[in-house]
Each structure stands twice: as structure tokens, then as C-alpha cells.
């Protein structure tokens, strides 16, 4: 199977200290792939790297086999690859819709003079906008709260808002940066439902994860990071037995 996302020789150093040494990651198209290490492995530097949010001093990030790592994270979302945040950001005083909304792409109401050229034409586009996000809020479970204050959200919802406002773009690949933490287990259990229904749909996913039964249970392969570098890569069976996982993760 392609890689739909590939990192090679990614570094990254802050005052001398190197968060990324050298590492690598590949994401097979159509696939989940996890992303762990211990606190502090680099995990969440690298997320960075691979969406343009910190520029890399080496290496190359290439998506749909294109080279990325020049671009601005705009362009790489318009591309089809979007992130989601281990904190969880919503517009607190703007509606669940709302927020949703913002998640909408290339619109033609974006461009001054098409709001009196266009006018029907973005009156159509605004429909199906918002037809797509209360198709989203329904399948997440938030639809009732479509008209709440986003601020009214518990954290797991949260969570669900930011990685439904990451499918407004219609994304090929989503980066999610800890989506079970801090989370009820029958939220986090919905969450994962979430996932494999829309890769079911033919999104591709990268996770990080301390909750190594969410890793395990999801993940179709499984790469590990320690002080910056690759330290393992295999599916969950094999990581979850390699002896240098368990020392440098799990502490054994």
C-alpha cells in the first residue's frame, strides 16, 4: 500500500537540545497509525513538523508524494491533511455550528466582490455547508447541541468538535494529537467508533496516544519515538512485545 504521508531525517533542535533526531514515519493510505513514546520522546515536536506549525532544520515531509515541508499549514490543509490539538480548541462564544463552520474551505464568499457577483451561487454553497456540519454533528452525537455555546462543551465533546470541524475540510489525512485524554471511557469508546467509521470512508489516520488500549485497538501499525529518534515500528502485536518498547515506554 502507498504512503499517503512520509518524513525522512526530520530534526529538530531547541537551544542545542535535539527534540527530533534524524526520524522517520511513514503513513500507508487508508490506514490508522499510531504515533507513542515516553513524555518527552518528541512526539507532539513532530506532529509540528509534519503540519508545518515549527519549520524542521533537516529533512523532508512529503504528502500524496508531494514535498511539504516548505508550505504553510493553509496550503497543507487545503491540500487534505489537517490536525486536531491535544488541548482542545473551540470559539467558546459561538455556537457547536458555528465553530464547525469555520472548518469550511474555499468558499465564494471569501472574495469581496463575489458577495454581490455570486450571490446565489455562495447562497447554495452556505446551504450545503451547513447541511454537511449538522450531517457531522448527527454522526458524532453533538447534533443536539448544534445551538449551544461551544464553552458549554466537556472536554470529550471538545474533542469531538475539533476533529468534526477537521472533517468540514474534507480531509485525506488527519493528524490527532491525543484525542482520549482527559476523556470519560464511554466517550473515548465513541471517539474510536468515530475514527474507524471515517476511515472506513477512506480517511487515513495518525495518532498519537498515551492510552495504549486505544493504540492497540485501532492501530494498523505502530511507530515509537524515544529522545527524538525511531525506536520501533511494527504492527500493535509486535511493538507491544519488542524489549525496547517496553523498557523505554512501558518502564519494564
Given at each position: 500500500?502507498?504512503?499517503?504521508?512520509?518524513?525522512?531525517?526530520?530534526?529538530?533542535?531547541?537551544?542545542?537540545?535535539?527534540?527530533?533526531?534524524?526520524?522517520?514515519?511513514?503513513?500507508?493510505?487508508?490506514?490508522?497509525?499510531?504515533?507513542?513514546?515516553?513524555?518527552?520522546?518528541?512526539?507532539?515536536?513532530?506532529?509540528?513538523?509534519?503540519?508545518?506549525?515549527?519549520?524542521?532544520?533537516?529533512?523532508?515531509?512529503?504528502?500524496?508524494?508531494?514535498?511539504?515541508?516548505?508550505?504553510?499549514?493553509?496550503?497543507?490543509?487545503?491540500?487534505?491533511?489537517?490536525?486536531?490539538?491535544?488541548?482542545?480548541?473551540?470559539?467558546?462564544?459561538?455556537?457547536?455550528?458555528?465553530?464547525?463552520?469555520?472548518?469550511?474551505?474555499?468558499?465564494?464568499?471569501?472574495?469581496?466582490?463575489?458577495?454581490?457577483?455570486?450571490?446565489?451561487?455562495?447562497?447554495?454553497?452556505?446551504?450545503?455547508?451547513?447541511?454537511?456540519?449538522?450531517?457531522?454533528?448527527?454522526?458524532?452525537?453533538?447534533?443536539?447541541?448544534?445551538?449551544?455555546?461551544?464553552?458549554?462543551?466537556?472536554?470529550?465533546?471538545?474533542?469531538?468538535?475539533?476533529?468534526?470541524?477537521?472533517?468540514?475540510?474534507?480531509?485525506?489525512?488527519?493528524?490527532?494529537?491525543?484525542?482520549?485524554?482527559?476523556?470519560?471511557?464511554?466517550?473515548?469508546?465513541?471517539?474510536?467508533?468515530?475514527?474507524?467509521?471515517?476511515?472506513?470512508?477512506?480517511?487515513?489516520?495518525?495518532?498519537?496516544?498515551?492510552?495504549?488500549?486505544?493504540?492497540?485497538?485501532?492501530?494498523?501499525?505502530?511507530?515509537?519515538?524515544?529522545?527524538?529518534?525511531?525506536?520501533?515500528?511494527?504492527?500493535?502485536?509486535?511493538?507491544?512485545?519488542?524489549?525496547?518498547?517496553?523498557?523505554?515506554?512501558?518502564?519494564q
Open positions: 500500500m502507498s504512503a499517503i504521508l512520509s518524513a525522512n531525517g526530520l530534526v529538530k533542535t531547541f537551544g542545542g537540545i535535539h527534540a527530533v533526531d534524524r526520524a522517520n514515519l511513514e503513513v500507508a493510505t487508508g490506514s490508522i497509525t499510531g504515533l507513542i513514546g515516553p513524555n518527552g520522546a518528541g512526539k507532539t515536536t513532530f506532529f509540528n513538523l509534519l503540519s508545518n506549525f515549527i519549520e524542521p532544520d533537516a529533512g523532508e515531509v512529503h504528502f500524496k508524494g508531494d514535498r511539504i515541508d516548505r508550505l504553510p499549514p493553509h496550503r497543507i490543509a487545503r491540500k487534505g491533511m489537517v490536525r486536531t490539538f491535544q488541548v482542545a480548541r473551540a470559539l467558546s462564544r459561538m455556537s457547536v455550528l458555528e465553530n464547525l463552520l469555520l472548518g469550511t474551505q474555499n468558499q465564494s464568499g471569501e472574495k469581496f466582490w463575489n458577495v454581490w457577483l455570486k450571490s446565489k451561487q455562495i447562497a447554495i454553497e452556505e446551504k450545503q455547508s451547513r447541511d454537511r456540519a449538522m450531517e457531522i454533528l448527527d454522526s458524532i452525537g453533538l447534533i443536539q447541541k448544534a445551538n449551544d455555546y461551544a464553552g458549554g462543551l466537556s472536554g470529550g465533546q471538545r474533542k469531538l468538535l475539533e476533529i468534526g470541524r477537521a472533517m468540514m475540510t474534507k480531509p485525506e489525512l488527519i493528524l490527532l494529537d491525543e484525542p482520549a485524554a482527559g476523556v470519560n471511557p464511554t466517550l473515548i469508546n465513541q471517539i474510536c467508533e468515530y475514527i474507524q467509521y471515517w476511515n472506513r470512508q477512506g480517511v487515513s489516520f495518525l495518532i498519537i496516544e498515551h492510552n495504549m488500549d486505544v493504540i492497540m485497538g485501532l492501530c494498523d501499525r505502530v511507530w515509537v519515538l524515544a529522545e527524538g529518534r525511531n525506536l520501533a515500528v511494527g504492527n500493535p502485536e509486535e511493538v507491544q512485545k519488542d524489549s525496547k518498547v517496553l523498557e523505554a515506554y512501558l518502564g
